[in-house]
């Protein structure tokens, strides 16, 4: 199974609703990201999890709330978003993070909407 | 610092023509070097790398790049072009340099590649 899963495909929420989504892999992959990606942009680097560990931050605002709860999972709990907030999220996965030479698998995305 | 410029925004190239997507890059370290495509509304798909050894890369659906240490370059290549090719293409690199910055993969802006029938 060489697949990165994402849900939902499509998110629309309010600007004080509480959501999640979520990221799953079963590569053994022991490194785990989350992108925000705005059109015909490249993805923006927001958390990395190597070892399920929080390894990287990238000064991303506290309404934005990470968890990897095992290898396979990632969540990242969304809280009083913005409408800037509205894009592509995708997570990949590679097989650690330090080995540079690692390429990254991506799933499909989830399309946030903020209103 | 580690970076990557995709010089064209845009690349037209009709079906059945060869195409290039540029690719140069600066980085501290040795590079590992990654190209990827992104169809519409979907998640990135690797394409292929450069990580040591030949310098002529081959990857999935027909693609090559071609790694040249003195242009810093790694341009995305195929032979005869698809409609199908068309999307969104990005280059990306990582360096073995054992700083912050391992392990970070560095985008560049992205090439739209539109191949007319």
């Known amino acids: 199974d060489t697949e990165v899963t994402q849900t939902p495909k499509h998110l629309v929420m309010g600007m004080t609703n509480k959501k999640s989504l979520k990221c799953e892999q079963h590569?053994?992959?022991?490194?785990m990201y989350w992108y925000k990606q705005k059109a015909k942009k490249p993805p923006e680097l927001m958390f990395v999890?190597?070892?399920?560990?929080?390894?990287i931050n990238e000064s991303v605002p506290s309404r934005f709330s990470p968890e990897c709860p095992n290898s396979s999972l990632l969540n990242l709990h969304l809280h009083a978003l913005q409408p800037e907030d509205s894009a592509l999220y995708l997570c990949a996965s590679s097989q650690t993070y330090i080995s540079s030479y690692n390429e990254q698998f991506f799933g499909p995305g989830t399309r946030l909407t903020v209103l | 610092a580690q970076s990557v410029a995709q010089p064209e925004d845009q690349v037209n190239v009709a079906e059945g023509n060869p195409l290039t997507v540029k690719c140069t890059y600066s980085v501290s370290g040795n590079p590992y070097l990654f190209w990827y495509v992104q169809y519409p509304n979907r998640g990135l798909q690797f394409l292929l790398k450069y990580i040591t050894g030949d310098n002529l890369v081959k990857g999935s659906y027909g693609f090559e790049a071609e790694f040249n240490k003195s242009q810093t370059s790694f341009h995305l290549k195929k032979p005869s072009a698809l409609v199908s090719d068309s999307a969104l293409y990005f280059c990306?690199?990582?360096?073995?340099?054992?700083?912050?910055?391992?392990?970070?993969?560095?985008f560049g802006r992205g090439t739209q590649l539109t191949v007319w029938p």
């Open positions: 590569m053994g992959h022991r490194a």
């Open positions: 990306a690199v990582r360096d073995d340099d054992r700083g912050s910055t391992l392990g970070r993969l560095y």
């Open positions: 999890y190597s070892y399920e560990k929080l390894s």
